[in-house]
């Protein structure tokens, strides 16, 4: 059964559209948390209800293709199909159970795989963690589609590099920030507690494009007692919730899972990086999203559109400007 849209998520679908009739593409600024597959799923169905062609979205991490397809599925009613690698989706016009929509990884859409799809065939291209979008992967692939409708969706619409989204889309149709949605109750609000660890000397870390100096800083937090630390507190703070930890590097998210794995026997700490096998990183992240599983510690993986709700606790394992 879908879920009934937010008052502020209908005003985000109609703005798009109204945006959509002065300009080919417009951003969607939505705070993490507040719905944006879901609002991004109506904005699917009243694509499709009004027969403006078919809807590509694009991703480039696993967890993201499979949270779209499952939302567009459950919200839109759609037939969808994923375009990843071995996957291919049913395009074939003649069918009567062809894809309403494709779900892709900007990785499998290149030069070559993308000639499987007509210029015209997609009357909107939706891209997720719109952000990235600047890039000439996913330049590529609006460019291909010269008729489609594009939007980008977003909760961080400013990139480190100062690149401006206004190279890639003509508007911004609709913004809804964490302070409102605090405010209206939405989201909860965000406690923050500081841990002190007296190990930890930065003053030699150099900063370079606008943060620490990640290998300087690997160097440092890569120690033992550092790890103790880490886990000691984060162990205390944990209670009954579940969290997920941010670390600099691999090895140090591999150790800290270690140490934090002594501090809290009765409980399971799990690892996951970019080269943890697709079926193990999924078992694990299924194990954490029922339950079986307290912490996933993690390096550079679960930083954009994971979805798990029952995470109550965040901890920022890493030294950050």
């Known amino acids: 059964m879908d879920r009934p849209l937010r008052p ?53 991490r696993d967890e993201l293709i499979t949270q779209a397809r499952d939302a567009i599925v459950e919200n839109a009613g759609a037939r969808v199909g994923i375009e990843k690698a071995g996957q291919f989706a049913n395009t074939y016009a003649l069918s009567d159970m062809h894809d309403e929509v494709v ?30 979008a600047a890039a000439r992967t996913y330049r590529e692939i609006i460019d291909h589609f010269p008729n489609a409708k594009v939007l980008g969706l977003t909760a961080t619409p400013d990139r480190g590099d100062g690149i ?22 939405y989201l909860c609000p965000v406690r923050v507690l500081t841990v002190n660890v007296h190990g930890l000397d930065l003053s030699s870390v150099k900063t370079t494009a606008g943060d620490l100096n990640q290998g300087q800083l690997a160097r440092i937090v890569e120690n033992d007692g550092i790890h103790h630390e880490i886990a000691a507190p984060l162990a205390e703070h944990l209670g009954q919730r579940q969290a997920v930890v941010f670390c600099v590097t691999v090895e140090q998210s591999k150790a800290l899972a270690d140490v934090l794995q002594g501090y809290i026997p009765s409980k399971r700490v799990a690892h ?13 992240l299924g194990e954490f999203a029922d339950g079986r599983i307290h912490v996933v510690c993690n390096c550079a993986v679960l930083t954009e559109g994971f979805d798990a709700p029952a995470t109550s606790l965040i901890a920022l394992a890493r030294p950050t400007k």
């Open 103 to 132: 779900v892709a990884s900007v990785q499998t859409m290149h030069a070559k795989r993308r000639t499987r799809f007509a210029p015209h065939l997609f009357g909107t291209v939706i891209i997720d963690e719109a952000h990235h």
């Open 8 to 60: 502020y998520q209908i005003e985000a679908c109609d703005a798009v559209d109204r945006e959509w009739s002065y300009v080919r593409s417009t951003m969607l600024v939505l705070a993490t948390g507040s719905g944006k597959t879901r609002t991004a799923a109506e904005i699917i169905r009243r694509r499709l209800a009004a027969n403006t062609g078919r809807v590509l979205w694009v991703a480039h």
């Open 164 to 185: 401006g989204m206004g190279n890639i889309f003509d508007s911004v149709a609709y913004e809804y920030s964490m302070r409102t949605a605090i405010d209206a109750g």
């Open 272 to 284: 996951i990086d970019g080269g943890t096998p697709e079926s193990e990183r999924r078992r694990i």
